[in-house]
């Protein structure tokens, strides 16, 4: 892991644990209300934490595509790829590097979608719809060759 990238997983936790504190005081019936600034700071928090939104080229910009990262088979190991959601296919990020082992691509995977606030049955979903829309273009293309 990279100098930096350790400083941001650690800033992540904290602002999860933030957001855990906030949530717990928020649930508490019986405690004291939440102020107005903590209000706001748990809005944000939560904003920060859920950044698995880019903009859709497809769409010019309009539009916003929700993405997770998975692991997928390369020439030397296992990469790291971006699939976006409802879009056909992935995008390989070897910003990332290759891992020797589909357990340890896996686990930086995870990782990455951790720090985006994805869980791992999200994560699981948003790859899934892209492995679909790919499916559904291949079919189309096979179909309009016939």
Known sequence: MKHNENY???????M??????LDAKAADRNGSLL??????ERG?????????WRDCPEC?????????YT??????????ARADEDQPGYTPQEVF????????????????????????KEAYFIVASSL???SIREQNSQTERA
């Open 8 to 14: 941001q997983h650690m800033a992540r936790e904290v």
């Open 16 to 21: 999860r644990k933030r957001l855990a504190d």
């Open 35 to 40: 102020t107005v600034q903590e209000v706001a």
């Open 44 to 52: 944000q928090i939560r904003e920060l934490l859920s950044q698995t």
């Open 60 to 68: 010019l910009g309009v539009g916003r595509v929700r993405f997770a």
């Open 71 to 80: 692991t997928i088979v390369a020439r030397h190991g296992y990469i790291i």
């Open 97 to 120: 590097g290759t891992s020797s082992t589909l357990e340890l691509a896996k686990v930086r995977a995870k990782r990455l979608n951790d720090d985006l606030g994805l869980g791992e």
């Open 132 to 134: 679909r829309a790919q």
